[in-house]
C-alpha cells in the first residue's frame, strides 16, 4: 500500500491549522497516512490525528527548531519507512526545512502547492508572481511538498486513534543554530492561520493609528496585517507585512484599509475568498480586484464599520 508522511508542524505545542488541512488532503488517497512530531508528549494531539495509521514520536526535550537534526531525521523516517509522498506546510518553518530534506534524499520537491496529488506526482502552485496558476509533474520513488495554508477546506474524520512509535532524533553536527526567538509584547493571530484579516497602508499615516484596525480586528477575532508600504514607512513591522515579499495569506475574509493595490500586495492576498476595500481613492486598483468596495476615509469608515458589527453581536 502507498503511503504519505506529514510533518506535524507545532506552535506554542498546539496543533496548527494547516496541519488538518493536509491530513484532508492525504485522506483524498487510500494511502497509509503517518504524521511526525518532535514533541516529547503526544497525547494532545490523538484526537486530532484520528484515523490515521501511525504518529512517529520525536522525544526533542523541549530544544527549539534545529534544521539539521529535524533535516536529517525527516531523512531517515522517509527512507526507513519507504514513504511514497511528504507533505509539509508553507510556512516559514516548512520552507526552511523542505529543501533540507529533499537534497538529502535527492528526491523532487514542489513548494507553494494550492492542490495536489502527491502519489501521482502532480501538483499546482502559483508562478510568475501569482499572476497564474501552474500545472507540475515530478517522477521518483519519493516526492516531496509543501502546502499554502488556507487552500484545502478541513474536513473532520473519525476513527481510531494512531499507533505511536517513537524514533530517537538523528546525531549530527549542528551547523545552524537558532540564537533566540524574539516574540511580540501580546500575543498576535498567526496571519497566515487567520481566517479573517485586517490590513493597513500608507494611508494609516502612523503607527499609533494602527489602533483603529487593532479595535475593528478584536470585534472580527482577526488578525492585522500591513501592506509593504506600511512597514517600510515604520507603521508596522515587518511580520504583519503580506505581500510577495512578506506573507501569502488566504483568509476568508480580507479588508484592505487604505491600501491602494499594488500587484505587489496583491499576490500576497489574491486567493482570499472575499476582498473588501476602503479607500478614498475612487481610482485604486484594489477595486477593481475587490468583491466590495467603500469609497471613503478609512479614519471615519472604520470605526463605523466596527460599531455596526458590535451592534450584531
Same mark, same amino acid.
Given at each position: 500500500?502507498?503511503?504519505?508522511?506529514?510533518?506535524?508542524?507545532?506552535?506554542?505545542?498546539?496543533?496548527?491549522?494547516?496541519?488538518?488541512?493536509?491530513?484532508?488532503?492525504?485522506?483524498?488517497?487510500?494511502?497509509?497516512?503517518?504524521?511526525?512530531?518532535?514533541?516529547?508528549d503526544v497525547f494532545p494531539y490523538l484526537n486530532d490525528l484520528a484515523?490515521?495509521?501511525?504518529?512517529?514520536?520525536?522525544?526533542?526535550?523541549?530544544?527549539?527548531?534545529?534544521?539539521?537534526?529535524?533535516?536529517?531525521?525527516?531523512?531517515?523516517?522517509?527512507?526507513?519507512?519507504?514513504?511514497?509522498?511528504?507533505?509539509?506546510?508553507?510556512?516559514?518553518?516548512?520552507?526552511?526545512?523542505?529543501?533540507?530534506?529533499?537534497?538529502?534524499?535527492?528526491?523532487?520537491?514542489?513548494?507553494?502547492?494550492?492542490?495536489?496529488?502527491?502519489?501521482?506526482?502532480?501538483?499546482?502552485?502559483?508562478?510568475?508572481?501569482?499572476?497564474?496558476?501552474?500545472?507540475?509533474?515530478?517522477?521518483?520513488?519519493?516526492?516531496?511538498?509543501?502546502?499554502?495554508?488556507?487552500?484545502?477546506?478541513?474536513?473532520?474524520?473519525?476513527?481510531?486513534?494512531?499507533?505511536?512509535?517513537?524514533?530517537?532524533?538523528?546525531?549530527?553536527?549542528?551547523?545552524?543554530?537558532?540564537? /533566540?526567538?524574539?516574540?511580540?509584547?501580546?500575543?498576535?493571530?498567526?496571519?497566515?492561520?487567520?481566517?479573517?484579516?485586517?490590513?493597513?497602508?500608507?494611508?494609516?499615516?502612523?503607527?499609533?493609528?494602527?489602533?483603529?484596525?487593532?479595535?475593528?480586528?478584536?470585534?472580527?477575532?482577526? /488578525?492585522?496585517?500591513?501592506?509593504?508600504? #506600511?512597514?517600510?514607512?515604520?507603521?508596522?513591522?515587518?511580520?504583519?507585512?503580506?505581500?510577495?515579499? /512578506?506573507?501569502?495569506?488566504?483568509?476568508?475574509?480580507?479588508?484592505?484599509?487604505?491600501?491602494?493595490?499594488?500587484?505587489?500586495?496583491?499576490?500576497?492576498?489574491?486567493?482570499?475568498?472575499?476582498?473588501?476595500?476602503?479607500?478614498?481613492?475612487?481610482? #485604486?486598483?484594489?477595486?477593481?480586484?475587490?468583491?466590495? /468596495?467603500?469609497?471613503?476615509?478609512?479614519?471615519?469608515?472604520?470605526?463605523?464599520?466596527?460599531?455596526?458589527?458590535?451592534?450584531?453581536?
Open positions: 500500500m502507498s503511503k504519505i508522511g506529514i510533518y506535524i508542524e507545532l506552535k506554542n505545542n498546539q496543533l496548527k491549522k494547516s496541519n488538518r488541512e493536509m491530513l484532508t488532503l492525504a485522506r483524498r488517497s487510500s494511502a497509509e497516512i503517518h504524521a511526525v512530531v518532535f514533541a516529547d484515523g490515521i495509521h501511525t504518529l512517529i514520536q520525536v522525544p526533542d526535550q523541549n530544544r527549539p527548531y534545529e534544521p539539521d537534526r529535524y533535516a536529517e531525521t525527516l531523512a531517515a523516517i522517509i527512507r526507513d519507512r519507504q514513504l511514497d509522498a511528504f507533505l509539509a506546510a508553507h510556512s516559514a518553518q516548512g520552507k526552511d526545512l523542505l529543501p533540507r530534506v529533499a537534497a538529502k534524499l535527492k528526491s523532487p520537491l514542489i513548494t507553494d502547492c494550492i492542490d495536489l496529488d502527491p502519489l501521482a506526482g502532480r501538483a499546482v502552485k502559483p508562478i510568475y508572481a501569482g499572476k497564474i496558476w501552474g500545472e507540475y509533474q515530478v517522477h521518483g520513488d519519493r516526492k516531496l511538498y509543501t502546502v499554502r495554508p488556507n487552500v484545502i477546506q478541513v474536513v473532520e474524520a473519525g476513527g481510531a486513534h494512531p499507533q505511536v512509535v517513537k524514533v530517537e532524533a538523528a546525531v549530527v553536527e549542528i551547523r545552524t543554530r537558532i540564537s /533566540g526567538v524574539k516574540r511580540p509584547d501580546f500575543q498576535k493571530i498567526d496571519l497566515t492561520e487567520a481566517q479573517i484579516i485586517v490590513s493597513g497602508g500608507r494611508a494609516i499615516k502612523a503607527k499609533e493609528n494602527f489602533v483603529i484596525l487593532d479595535d475593528l480586528a478584536k470585534v472580527l477575532s482577526a /488578525g492585522v496585517g500591513a501592506s509593504r508600504a #506600511a512597514v517600510d514607512a515604520g507603521f508596522a513591522s515587518s511580520d504583519m507585512q503580506v505581500g510577495q515579499t /512578506g506573507k501569502v495569506v488566504n483568509p476568508k475574509l480580507y479588508i484592505a484599509c487604505g491600501i491602494s493595490g499594488a500587484i505587489q500586495h496583491f499576490v500576497g492576498m489574491k486567493t482570499s475568498k472575499v476582498i473588501v476595500a476602503i479607500n478614498k481613492d475612487p481610482e #485604486a486598483p484594489i477595486f477593481k480586484k475587490a468583491d466590495y /468596495g467603500i469609497v471613503g476615509d478609512l479614519f471615519i469608515v472604520v470605526p463605523l464599520l466596527k460599531e455596526e458589527l458590535q451592534k450584531q453581536q
